[in-house]
Antibody, heavy 116, light 113 residues
């Protein structure tokens, strides 16, 4: 069974930092590119970052460019999202998603709340 | 950025009736070199992550019932539920993966009338 499990979310003050993790199992992790997608409360889906199989290609949405850093550890079957200089509008559920054509597998998400 | 616009924002359909969701992209998402539309559809039920329904606009993901279909090309796409069932109540999103930033439509809420 394919599993993606996000962790690391929580309450953080504006300007603070947080590191999200996405642990995967049930598939050949080093054969897939991965993504982070977020969803603000009651809002739609926003793709925010992509990392290729070997991490040689990385993309970010403009909304997080320069503040967020995606990485992966193929030995641990995991991806990460280092988030810095967090703002109130970063409040959202953060999902990791496997890239296939489209995003074919998603985790349950981890909630990040940015508030003082 | 490619803007994805879905219509309607919500619709209420009687059980067994047809539901149709439209998705329009601000730019062509058809890549002639491989003859594919870089368009996906997702279903998101309350409190759950999205679930991929279709990729390449009309290729059904494993397990998706055949009463749900995807169609369209270029800039205009449609998700059709031919006979609405109670388990189809959800938000539906289209997404282009033709070029970054990959963008989603704003979502269409499907309810039972």
């Amino acid at each position: 069974e394919v599993l993606l499990v996000e962790s690391g979310g929580g309450l953080v003050q504006p300007g603070g930092s947080l590191r999200l993790s996405c642990a995967t199992s049930g598939f050949s992790f080093n054969g897939y590119s991965m993504n982070w997608v977020r969803q603000a409360p009651g809002k739609g889906l926003e793709w925010i970052s992509y990392i290729s199989i070997s991490a040689t290609t990385i993309y970010y949405a403009d909304s997080v460019e320069g503040r967020f850093t995606i990485s992966r550890d193929n030995a641990k079957n995991s991806i990460y999202l280092q988030m810095t200089n967090l703002r109130a509008d970063d409040t959202a559920v953060y999902y990791c998603a496997r890239a296939s054509p489209g995003f074919d597998c998603w985790g349950q998400g981890t909630l990040v709340t940015v508030s003082s | 950025d490619i803007v994805m616009t879905q219509s309607p924002e919500s619709l209420a359909v009687s059980l067994g009736e047809r539901a149709t969701i439209n998705c329009k992209s601000s730019q062509n998402v058809f890549y002639s070199a491989d003859n594919k539309n870089y368009l996906a559809w997702y279903q998101q039920k309350s409190g759950q992550p999205p679930k991929l329904l279709f990729y390449w606009a009309s290729t059904r993901e494993s397990g998706v019932p055949d009463r749900i279909s995807g169609s369209g090309s270029g800039t205009d796409f449609t998700l059709t539920i031919s006979s609405l069932q109670a388990e189809d109540v959800a938000l539906y999103y289209c997404q282009q993966y033709y070029t970054t930033p990959w963008t989603f439509g704003q979502g269409t809420k499907v309810e039972i009338k």
